[in-house]
């Protein structure tokens, strides 16, 4: 199985603040990488899609990038609603597998 | 926009066998262009994917889970299913339904999620 790593495991930051988030693979995934944004008792809603491709009807906030091992979810100026656990996930190959989430909470 | 919902037990017990189904609104479970997928979250834990089924008939199962799962479609019903069998109070989670993308493997739809316990 290709094991995903986050980091940091979580964050605080302030509205308007530049957040950004690192996901590796245990092995190269190419651009099969994808972000998920999980509010409490929400399921997963998908934000970013093959490693920097935006999601329809996503903020423009929001951008990802990487490729092979090691991607990156940014998130330019944070918002009150962007409080959450962002998840990364790879669909190289099966088992697909999740990252540990990332919390963002407020500062 | 299509839509997904789970139903199912939301209390089952050891050794026993976990049934859900999702049914699907908005799209046709046909379509070439999707997987349907189950996967879980045990309460304040991490997601983890459990299997996928495709149009052709072909599955594909977490190997951490395969003697265990089956999933299943009724294209009639426009639904399709998941069995788990002899559970452990390891199984208890939040179970969710999701379309997922066949080409690049993204989950854009996903169900609101059934919680199901295993207790006797």
């Known amino acids: 199985d290709i094991q995903m790593t986050q980091s940091p495991s979580s964050l605080s930051a302030s509205v308007r603040d530049r957040v950004t988030i690192t996901c590796r693979a245990s092995q190269s995934i190419r651009s099969y990488l994808n972000w998920y944004q999980q509010k409490p008792g929400k399921a997963p809603k998908l934000l970013i899609y093959?490693?920097?491709s935006l999601q329809s009807g996503v903020p423009s906030r929001f951008s990802g990038s990487g490729s092979g091992t090691d991607f990156t979810l940014t998130i330019s100026s944070l918002q009150a609603e962007d409080f959450a656990t962002y998840y990364c996930q790879q669909s190289f190959s099966t088992p697909m597998t999740f990252g540990p989430g990332t919390k963002v909470d407020i500062k | 926009q299509v839509q997904l919902q789970e139903s199912g037990p939301g209390l089952v017990k050891p050794s026993q066998t976990l049934s859900l189904t999702c049914s699907v609104s908005?799209?046709?479970?046909?379509?070439?262009?999707?997987?349907w997928s189950w996967i879980r979250q045990p309460a304040g834990k991490g997601l983890e994917w459990i299997g996928r089924?495709?149009?052709?008939?072909?599955?594909n199962y977490n190997p951490s889970l395969k003697s265990r799962v089956t999933i299943s479609v009724d294209t009639s019903k426009n639904q399709f299913s998941l069995q788990l069998t002899s559970v452990t109070a390891a199984d208890t989670a939040v179970y969710y339904c999701?379309?997922?993308?066949?080409?690049?493997?993204?989950?854009?739809?996903w169900g609101q999620g059934t919680l199901v316990t295993v207790s006797s």
């Open positions: 908005g799209g046709s479970i046909s379509s070439g262009s999707y997987y």
């Open positions: 093959a490693a920097s």
């Open positions: 999701a379309r997922v993308d066949f080409w690049g493997g993204h989950g854009d739809s």
């Open positions: 089924f495709y149009t052709s008939g072909s599955t």
